[in-house]
């Protein structure tokens, strides 16, 4: 399967979010601390999409870039044991949603997936979501974000350690 990319998300958002534009910068944005930089926002405003495998069911986790999903939290609100729930590899990544890491968004994925909001997000008026390349963004609010997705908005992350990286890869 090839990969999906910026225009999928556009023509996403044509639909579902008229009027916001995919940006594709001049630098990486794969990482949360690079996406923030490029944008010039707080890291906390950087939606990081994580694929999780849970019971073997994905699930897509939208984290705030400063925030490290907590994955006894989400034991705990899926009702299932710790031990049943991984990150995705790469390539299960690719295949689930059609995107590479780095440049997951939180929409327009290749296959329907259940999706989960961090509750720290709504601290931003403004959040910026990958779109589709690890050098592509877009401008969302919150209320949007969990409108467009049909997020289930949650408290299941932890502050990243000082110096830390923040976590997985977008």
């Not at 989960?116 to 709504?122: F, G, I, Q, R, T």
Request: aromatic share 6%; charged share 20%.
């Amino acid at each position: 399967m090839s990969a999906r990319g910026p225009q999928d998300v556009q023509a996403f958002l044509d639909r579902y979010l008229p009027g916001t534009s995919v940006r594709i910068l001049d630098q990486s944005t794969a990482t949360a601390v690079e996406a923030a930089a490029a944008v010039g926002c707080p890291l906390g405003a950087i939606v990081k999409s994580l694929l999780f495998v849970a019971d073997e069911d994905p699930r897509l986790v939208l984290v705030a870039g400063d925030r490290k999903a907590d994955q006894r939290l989400l034991a705990a609100l899926w009702g299932i044991p710790r031990k049943r729930i991984r990150i995705a590899d790469p390539e299960t990544v690719l295949r689930v949603t059609g995107y590479e890491v780095g440049g997951v968004p939180p929409v327009a994925h290749a296959t329907p997936l259940e999706i989960w909001m961090d509750a720290s997000l709504a601290r931003y008026e403004t959040l910026w979501a990958a779109a589709g390349a690890r050098n592509a963004l877009f401008p969302i609010s919150f209320a949007d974000l969990a409108r467009i997705t049909g997020g289930q908005v949650a408290e299941f992350t932890v502050e990243a350690a000082p110096g830390e990286p923040s976590g997985e890869a977008r």
